[in-house]
């Protein structure tokens, strides 16, 4: 019998097979976001246990965990790691046709070589001969990505943060770039009158420039954009809920910067106009270097009450957002491109209901200056699965052209989570496969259709962000 990860897992064709094993499967990863902690890959961590390895700061799993009824001390309390280990194996047999299920056997295939299934009377094996492969040198962080065959990665960090660690990773000779993302998430976010004046008091002490003023903050962030580009910054990304494309004046956006950080809270209106001021503004620096802008959008954060003042944020309990935000997003890249300061941009959604509608939003844009300008992203979140992935990509194919997709990212805090971009060319040369055995696709054009396969893979995210 073959075992559960075998060489033609999710590949359901000889022509899926032929795609993926030939086109698909050797070329290196360009993770082009993600969330790994560069203070690993510079001191090139050596993890203590699979347990640090995989449960901690997986959300994902955290959440599984909860479903199956496993107390909070074994998610993020004091367990032992074998303890919260075990439980994880206790729940895995309850998570077929959960991704999860997927991932965490690829992951123990692709980077401990373990054929087992994981459950309760694999769990002290797998878990014994993961910590003792953890303990090799092969097994650290810089070889861990150098395993996956990984070419670059882009972290995602604030404009305010030193970037220490991508120095450090650069000035090491690593050949393996690690690259910083601009993510000025805070620099927006002015909910909260007493948190913005601190982040922005933090702004003026790194940039050298004293804030008074909505036009000095662009002048202290301009400056910070500056200096992540000298470190690589090839692209920036913002995390919303919704667009933001309010009328203002340069006159209310300077009363309202006054008024907040002068700590008064502001009314609805006012937080929106300030966030579609920032949005221009960082489009215009993005446009301005040539970076590419990201877009994630529609989630609803942090909403169990309870838990986020237990154990903080990003703890596992975030849901799709319902917002309708399709009019706004046209009259931001309108108000850009009319500019001509509209930058290559890539939008994730994170409600699915709006992937017709974003597939048919990047056509508004494009200008044929470069292959494939503006981007459907990739499934994001809680579309990164299969039935998520076929989605996004039969959304793109029908209103707009596959064949110039930028591909998969691990979008993710673990160093094996590159084992994502595998999944997904599997499940993409199935998809393609399909059309072809189906007669939808000619199969006399196989070489066209094997570049494509290779193009989605790696060739069009190298070619496209031209790191």
């Known amino acids: 019998m073959k075992p559960f990860i075998h060489e033609d897992f999710l590949l359901q064709s000889e022509t899926a097979k032929h795609l993926y094993h030939n086109f698909a499967k050797s070329l290196p990863i360009i993770d082009y976001h993600c969330h790994l902690d560069p ?40 367990a032992s790691d074998w303890e919260k280990f075990e439980k994880w194996a206790e729940t895995i047999p309850y998570a077929m046709r959960n991704p999860l299920y997927h991932w965490t056997h690829l992951e123990l295939k692709t980077c401990f070589g373990i054929d087992k299934v994981l459950n309760p009377d694999t769990a002290k094996e797998i878990f014994d001969e993961c910590n003792a492969k953890l303990q090799l040198p092969e097994y650290s962080a810089k070889n861990l990505m150098r395993r996956y065959k990984v070419e670059v990665v882009c972290t995602t960090d604030d404009p305010i943060d030193s970037l220490e660690y991508h ?47 909505f036009k000095e903050i662009i002048e202290a962030l301009l400056i910070r954009h500056k200096y992540f580009e000298e470190l690589g910054c090839r692209l920036s990304d913002h995390g919303m809920e919704e667009f933001y494309a309010e009328d203002y004046t340069e006159a209310e956006i300077e009363a309202i910067f006054s008024k907040v950080y002068g700590g008064t809270e502001l009314n609805e209106a006012e937080i929106k106009k300030f966030k579609s001021a920032m949005l221009v503004e960082f489009g215009k620096m993005d446009a301005d270097t040539g970076w590419t802008q990201q877009f994630h959008y529609g989630v609803i954060r942090n909403n169990n009450t309870k838990m986020f003042k237990a154990i903080g944020p ?154």
Not at 43 to 68: P, V
């Open 39 to 78: 203070k690993m890959v510079a001191e090139d961590h050596q993890f203590s246990s699979i347990t640090e390895l995989w449960l901690g700061g997986d959300h994902y799993k955290w959440r599984a965990l909860r479903a199956n009824g496993v107390p909070e001390r074994y998610i993020t309390g004091d």
């Open 314 to 467: 990003d703890t596992g309990f975030d849901s799709i957002s319902q917002v309708i935000t399709a009019k706004n997003m046209v009259k931001y890249f309108d108000t850009l491109n009319s500019m001509d300061k509209l930058t290559k941009t890539i939008i994730y959604n994170l409600n699915p209901s709006d992937n017709t509608m974003l597939a048919t939003m990047i056509g508004n844009f494009q200008d044929g200056s470069v292959p494939g300008k503006m981007q459907f992203g990739a499934g994001w979140w809680f579309l990164d699965q299969k039935d998520g992935m076929e989605q996004q990509m039969n959304a793109l194919s029908l209103q707009g052209l596959l064949s110039r997709f930028v591909g998969m990212l691990t979008d993710s805090r673990s160093f094996v989570s590159y084992a994502r971009h595998e999944y997904f060319r599997r499940i993409m040369c199935n998809l393609i496969a399909a059309d072809v055995e189906k007669g939808e696709i000619p199969a006399s054009e196989i070489s066209r259709i094997e570049q494509m396969v290779a193009d989605i893979s790696y060739y069009n995210a190298k070619n496209y962000f031209n790191f």
């Open 167 to 213: 120095k450090q990773i650069k000035e090491s000779g690593f050949e393996i770039k690690v690259l910083p993302t601009w993510r000025p998430d805070k620099a927006m976010a002015v909910e909260s009158a007493s948190a913005f004046k601190t982040y922005i008091d933090t702004l003026s002490n790194v940039s050298g420039i004293k804030i008074n003023s």
